[in-house]
Protein backbone atom coordinates (compact mmCIF):
# COMPACT_ATOMS: atom_id res chain seq x y z
CA UNK A 1 0.00 0.00 0.00
CA UNK A 2 1.30 3.42 -0.91
CA UNK A 3 2.83 5.40 2.38
CA UNK A 4 -0.24 8.41 1.40
CA UNK A 5 -3.08 5.31 1.30
CA UNK A 6 -2.13 4.31 4.73
CA UNK A 7 -2.09 8.30 5.30
CA UNK A 8 -5.74 8.45 4.29
CA UNK A 9 -6.47 4.95 5.92
CA UNK A 10 -5.59 6.64 9.09
CA UNK A 11 -7.13 9.97 9.09
CA UNK A 12 -10.26 8.45 8.15
CA UNK A 13 -10.73 6.06 10.72
CA UNK A 14 -14.22 5.78 12.36
CA UNK A 15 -15.46 8.48 10.20
CA UNK A 16 -18.92 7.39 7.43
CA UNK A 17 -18.50 5.71 3.83
CA UNK A 18 -19.52 8.92 2.72
CA UNK A 19 -17.07 11.61 4.77
CA UNK A 20 -14.22 8.82 4.48
CA UNK A 21 -14.54 9.07 0.45
CA UNK A 22 -14.77 12.83 0.74
CA UNK A 23 -11.63 13.03 2.47
CA UNK A 24 -9.73 10.58 0.29
CA UNK A 25 -10.78 12.25 -2.75
CA UNK A 26 -9.60 16.17 -1.12
CA UNK A 27 -6.54 14.95 -0.02
CA UNK A 28 -5.62 12.82 -2.84
CA UNK A 29 -5.94 15.80 -5.24
CA UNK A 30 -4.01 18.03 -2.73
CA UNK A 31 -0.95 15.47 -2.26
CA UNK A 32 -0.95 15.32 -6.27
CA UNK A 33 -0.97 19.34 -6.19
CA UNK A 34 2.04 19.00 -3.70
CA UNK A 35 3.85 16.51 -5.29
CA UNK A 36 3.84 17.88 -8.92
CA UNK A 37 5.01 21.09 -7.69
CA UNK A 38 7.80 19.89 -5.80
CA UNK A 39 9.14 17.51 -9.07
CA UNK A 40 8.58 21.32 -11.20
CA UNK A 41 10.66 22.42 -8.96
CA UNK A 42 13.12 20.19 -9.18
CA UNK A 43 12.98 17.47 -6.93
CA UNK A 44 12.98 13.86 -7.80
CA UNK A 45 9.81 11.53 -8.19
CA UNK A 46 10.75 9.84 -4.23
CA UNK A 47 11.87 13.33 -2.76
CA UNK A 48 8.75 14.77 -3.86
CA UNK A 49 6.17 12.30 -2.70
CA UNK A 50 8.20 12.11 1.09
CA UNK A 51 7.77 15.85 0.64
CA UNK A 52 4.18 16.03 0.01
CA UNK A 53 3.50 13.34 2.42
CA UNK A 54 5.18 14.80 5.29
CA UNK A 55 3.41 18.58 4.72
CA UNK A 56 0.29 16.41 5.54
CA UNK A 57 1.33 15.67 9.05
CA UNK A 58 0.00 13.51 11.66
CA UNK A 59 -2.75 11.31 10.29
CA UNK A 60 -3.96 10.93 13.95
CA UNK A 61 -3.77 14.91 14.78
CA UNK A 62 -5.50 14.99 11.46
CA UNK A 63 -8.47 11.93 11.54
CA UNK A 64 -8.86 13.92 15.37
CA UNK A 65 -10.59 16.91 13.94
CA UNK A 66 -12.23 15.31 11.07
CA UNK A 67 -14.29 13.23 13.49
CA UNK A 68 -15.57 16.97 15.37
CA UNK A 69 -16.56 18.18 11.86
CA UNK A 70 -17.43 15.28 9.74
CA UNK A 71 -19.88 12.47 10.20
CA UNK A 72 -18.68 9.68 12.22
CA UNK A 73 -20.11 6.05 11.15
CA UNK A 74 -22.20 5.93 14.52
CA UNK A 75 -24.08 9.41 13.50
CA UNK A 76 -24.91 7.98 9.75
CA UNK A 77 -26.08 4.74 11.32
CA UNK A 78 -28.33 6.82 13.30
CA UNK A 79 -29.42 8.98 10.45
CA UNK A 80 -30.27 5.80 8.50
CA UNK A 81 -32.35 4.33 11.25
CA UNK A 82 -34.28 8.11 11.61
CA UNK A 83 -34.89 7.73 7.84
CA UNK A 84 -35.96 3.88 7.76
CA UNK A 85 -38.57 4.73 10.96
CA UNK A 86 -39.56 7.65 9.05
CA UNK A 87 -40.04 6.04 5.50
CA UNK A 88 -41.75 3.10 7.32
CA UNK A 89 -44.21 5.75 8.96
CA UNK A 90 -45.24 7.73 6.03
CA UNK A 91 -45.67 4.81 4.15
CA UNK A 92 -47.91 3.03 6.07
CA UNK A 93 -51.15 4.84 6.01
CA UNK A 94 -52.89 2.78 8.52
CA UNK A 95 -50.18 3.40 10.89
CA UNK A 96 -49.61 7.18 10.30
CA UNK A 97 -53.44 7.73 11.20
CA UNK A 98 -53.13 5.52 13.74
CA UNK A 99 -50.19 8.20 15.31
CA UNK A 100 -52.10 11.23 14.38
CA UNK A 101 -55.42 10.02 15.70
CA UNK A 102 -53.79 8.72 19.30
CA UNK A 103 -53.07 11.76 20.98
CA UNK A 104 -56.44 13.43 19.66
CA UNK A 105 -58.39 10.37 20.95
CA UNK A 106 -56.39 10.07 24.06
CA UNK A 107 -57.20 14.30 24.96
CA UNK A 108 -61.12 13.37 23.95
CA UNK A 109 -61.13 10.56 26.63
CA UNK A 110 -59.28 12.62 29.24
CA UNK A 111 -61.45 15.54 28.99
CA UNK A 112 -64.57 13.05 28.87
CA UNK A 113 -63.12 11.40 32.46
CA UNK A 114 -62.82 14.74 33.66
CA UNK A 115 -66.47 15.72 33.01
CA UNK A 116 -67.21 12.69 34.56
CA UNK A 117 -65.15 13.75 37.90
CA UNK A 118 -62.42 11.13 37.78
CA UNK A 119 -60.11 13.73 37.69
CA UNK A 120 -56.45 11.13 38.64
CA UNK A 121 -57.28 9.15 35.64
CA UNK A 122 -57.54 12.27 33.29
CA UNK A 123 -54.90 13.88 34.49
CA UNK A 124 -52.67 10.46 33.83
CA UNK A 125 -53.68 10.57 30.18
CA UNK A 126 -52.97 14.28 29.57
CA UNK A 127 -49.37 13.74 30.75
CA UNK A 128 -48.88 10.26 28.96
CA UNK A 129 -50.52 12.37 26.00
CA UNK A 130 -47.84 15.28 27.10
CA UNK A 131 -44.99 13.04 27.34
CA UNK A 132 -45.70 10.40 23.83
CA UNK A 133 -48.10 13.17 21.66
CA UNK A 134 -44.92 15.05 20.55
CA UNK A 135 -42.70 12.08 19.68
CA UNK A 136 -45.74 10.98 17.71
CA UNK A 137 -47.14 14.00 15.80
CA UNK A 138 -43.74 15.69 15.32
CA UNK A 139 -43.15 13.82 11.42
CA UNK A 140 -46.20 15.62 10.58
CA UNK A 141 -45.53 19.05 12.49
CA UNK A 142 -44.19 21.74 9.49
CA UNK A 143 -40.85 22.13 11.09
CA UNK A 144 -39.09 22.75 8.41
CA UNK A 145 -36.77 25.76 9.59
CA UNK A 146 -33.70 25.87 12.31
CA UNK A 147 -36.11 28.55 14.22
CA UNK A 148 -39.38 26.37 14.10
CA UNK A 149 -37.00 23.45 14.82
CA UNK A 150 -35.29 25.12 18.29
CA UNK A 151 -38.84 26.48 19.17
CA UNK A 152 -40.41 22.90 19.16
CA UNK A 153 -37.26 20.65 20.67
CA UNK A 154 -37.80 23.63 23.16
CA UNK A 155 -41.33 22.65 23.40
CA UNK A 156 -40.73 18.99 23.86
CA UNK A 157 -38.24 19.37 26.14
CA UNK A 158 -40.34 21.26 28.56
CA UNK A 159 -42.91 19.41 28.12
CA UNK A 160 -41.07 15.60 28.73
CA UNK A 161 -39.89 17.55 31.81
CA UNK A 162 -43.05 18.13 33.05
CA UNK A 163 -44.69 14.58 32.16
CA UNK A 164 -41.41 13.43 34.58
CA UNK A 165 -42.16 15.74 37.87
CA UNK A 166 -46.10 14.89 37.53
CA UNK A 167 -45.17 11.14 37.11
CA UNK A 168 -42.55 10.88 39.65
CA UNK A 169 -43.00 13.72 41.48
CA UNK A 170 -43.29 11.89 44.82
CA UNK A 171 -40.22 9.92 44.19
CA UNK A 172 -37.59 12.28 43.05
CA UNK A 173 -34.86 10.98 44.85
CA UNK A 174 -35.33 7.89 42.61
CA UNK A 175 -34.31 10.45 39.78
CA UNK A 176 -30.84 8.56 38.97
CA UNK A 177 -33.44 5.45 38.24
CA UNK A 178 -34.90 7.24 36.03
CA UNK A 179 -32.18 8.68 33.94
CA UNK A 180 -30.88 4.84 34.07
CA UNK A 181 -34.08 4.23 32.20
CA UNK A 182 -34.19 7.10 29.58
CA UNK A 183 -30.39 7.45 29.00
CA UNK A 184 -31.22 5.77 25.33
CA UNK A 185 -33.44 8.69 24.63
CA UNK A 186 -30.84 11.53 26.28
CA UNK A 187 -27.97 9.66 24.19
CA UNK A 188 -30.04 9.57 20.59
CA UNK A 189 -30.39 13.08 21.67
CA UNK A 190 -26.92 14.25 22.46
CA UNK A 191 -26.13 12.62 19.16
CA UNK A 192 -28.78 14.32 16.84
CA UNK A 193 -27.31 17.48 18.70
CA UNK A 194 -23.12 16.50 17.44
CA UNK A 195 -24.84 15.97 14.19
CA UNK A 196 -26.19 19.03 13.45
CA UNK A 197 -23.10 21.17 13.97
CA UNK A 198 -21.79 18.79 11.93
CA UNK A 199 -24.19 19.23 8.95
CA UNK A 200 -24.71 22.41 7.08
CA UNK A 201 -28.66 23.21 7.43
CA UNK A 202 -29.28 22.82 4.07
CA UNK A 203 -28.59 19.15 4.60
CA UNK A 204 -30.96 18.77 7.28
CA UNK A 205 -33.32 15.78 6.64
CA UNK A 206 -36.31 15.95 8.86
CA UNK A 207 -35.37 14.02 11.65
CA UNK A 208 -33.25 16.89 12.69
CA UNK A 209 -35.46 19.74 12.92
CA UNK A 210 -37.35 17.39 15.58
CA UNK B 1 4.66 28.89 13.86
CA UNK B 2 1.34 28.25 14.70
CA UNK B 3 -1.47 30.23 16.59
CA UNK B 4 -3.98 27.61 17.33
CA UNK B 5 -7.39 28.99 16.52
CA UNK B 6 -6.36 31.54 14.05
CA UNK B 7 -6.54 29.09 11.05
CA UNK B 8 -10.04 29.69 9.64
CA UNK B 9 -9.50 33.52 9.88
CA UNK B 10 -6.86 32.92 7.52
CA UNK B 11 -8.75 30.86 5.51
CA UNK B 12 -11.77 33.80 5.54
CA UNK B 13 -9.24 36.22 4.91
CA UNK B 14 -7.88 33.45 1.71
CA UNK B 15 -10.79 33.55 0.06
CA UNK B 16 -12.34 36.97 0.64
CA UNK B 17 -11.80 38.59 -2.44
CA UNK B 18 -11.56 35.52 -4.81
CA UNK B 19 -12.69 31.59 -4.75
CA UNK B 20 -9.76 29.59 -4.38
CA UNK B 21 -9.20 25.89 -3.69
CA UNK B 22 -7.47 23.70 -0.69
CA UNK B 23 -3.71 23.64 -2.13
CA UNK B 24 -3.74 27.17 -3.13
CA UNK B 25 -4.92 28.54 0.23
CA UNK B 26 -2.28 26.55 2.19
CA UNK B 27 0.44 27.81 -0.09
CA UNK B 28 -1.12 31.34 -0.01
CA UNK B 29 -1.40 31.62 3.87
CA UNK B 30 2.44 29.91 3.84
CA UNK B 31 3.57 32.13 1.32
CA UNK B 32 2.09 35.95 2.71
CA UNK B 33 3.71 34.85 6.27
CA UNK B 34 6.92 34.30 4.70
CA UNK B 35 6.78 30.59 6.09
CA UNK B 36 6.41 32.13 9.81
CA UNK B 37 2.78 30.66 10.11
CA UNK B 38 3.40 27.05 9.14
CA UNK B 39 0.95 24.19 10.02
CA UNK B 40 0.19 20.58 8.74
CA UNK B 41 -2.06 20.55 5.54
CA UNK B 42 -4.16 17.71 6.42
CA UNK B 43 -5.61 19.86 9.12
CA UNK B 44 -6.60 22.18 6.75
CA UNK B 45 -9.40 20.15 5.51
CA UNK B 46 -11.11 19.74 8.77
CA UNK B 47 -10.83 23.64 9.35
CA UNK B 48 -12.67 24.05 5.45
CA UNK B 49 -15.44 21.93 6.53
CA UNK B 50 -15.98 23.05 9.82
CA UNK B 51 -16.41 26.89 8.65
CA UNK B 52 -18.50 25.42 5.68
CA UNK B 53 -20.82 23.49 8.36
CA UNK B 54 -21.46 27.29 10.19
CA UNK B 55 -22.05 28.90 6.70
CA UNK B 56 -19.05 31.07 6.70
CA UNK B 57 -18.01 29.31 3.15
CA UNK B 58 -19.49 27.28 0.79
CA UNK B 59 -17.33 24.95 -1.90
CA UNK B 60 -18.59 24.05 -5.41
CA UNK B 61 -16.52 21.57 -8.16
CA UNK B 62 -14.34 23.26 -10.84
CA UNK B 63 -12.40 21.81 -13.86
CA UNK B 64 -8.63 23.52 -13.61
CA UNK B 65 -6.29 21.80 -16.16
CA UNK B 66 -8.33 19.06 -16.76
CA UNK B 67 -8.62 18.28 -12.82
CA UNK B 68 -11.98 18.69 -10.81
CA UNK B 69 -11.17 20.84 -7.93
CA UNK B 70 -13.11 21.70 -5.16
CA UNK B 71 -13.10 25.82 -4.51
CA UNK B 72 -14.32 27.52 -1.66
CA UNK B 73 -15.75 30.92 -1.15
CA UNK B 74 -16.79 33.18 1.12
CA UNK B 75 -20.57 34.13 2.53
CA UNK B 76 -22.28 36.90 3.78
CA UNK B 77 -21.79 35.22 7.54
CA UNK B 78 -18.24 34.39 6.71
CA UNK B 79 -17.88 38.24 5.81
CA UNK B 80 -19.18 39.32 8.99
CA UNK B 81 -17.19 36.88 10.91
CA UNK B 82 -13.97 38.09 9.25
CA UNK B 83 -14.35 41.60 10.00
CA UNK B 84 -15.11 40.45 13.56
CA UNK B 85 -12.15 38.56 13.79
CA UNK B 86 -9.85 41.05 12.49
CA UNK B 87 -11.20 43.86 14.89
CA UNK B 88 -10.78 41.33 17.83
CA UNK B 89 -6.88 40.26 16.46
CA UNK B 90 -5.85 44.23 15.90
CA UNK B 91 -7.53 44.88 19.48
CA UNK B 92 -5.13 42.07 20.82
CA UNK B 93 -2.13 43.03 19.23
CA UNK B 94 -2.37 46.55 20.20
CA UNK B 95 -2.29 45.58 24.29
CA UNK B 96 0.44 42.82 23.60
CA UNK B 97 2.38 45.63 21.64
CA UNK B 98 1.38 48.21 24.48
CA UNK B 99 2.59 45.46 27.20
CA UNK B 100 5.67 44.01 25.25
CA UNK B 101 7.21 47.46 23.54
CA UNK B 102 8.19 47.39 20.34
CA UNK B 103 11.30 46.17 19.10
Known sequence: MAPVELWIEGATKCLSQESAAQVRKEITEHYE??????????????????????????????????????????????????????????????????????????????????IKGE??????????????????????????????????????????????????GGALKYFWLMAACFWPIFYSEWQRATIRRKLPVAQWPKQLYL | MNFKGTLPTLILEAVEHHPSHGYRIAQGIKQRSEGVLDFKEGTLYPALHKLENEGCIESYEET?????????????DGRGMLAKDRAEWRQLSRAVTEILGEA
Not at chain 1, 138 to 153: E, H, K, M
Open chain 2, 64 to 76: ENGRARRYYRITK
Open chain 1, 33 to 114: ATRESAIANGAAAQDAERAALEALGDARTANKQYCRVMLTESEAKVLRQGDREASFVCSNSWLKWTMLVFPLAGIVVAALMW
Open chain 1, 119 to 168: HLPALAIIVAGLFFGNLLLAPFLPIYTPSRSRVFRAVKLVAQAVAMVVIF
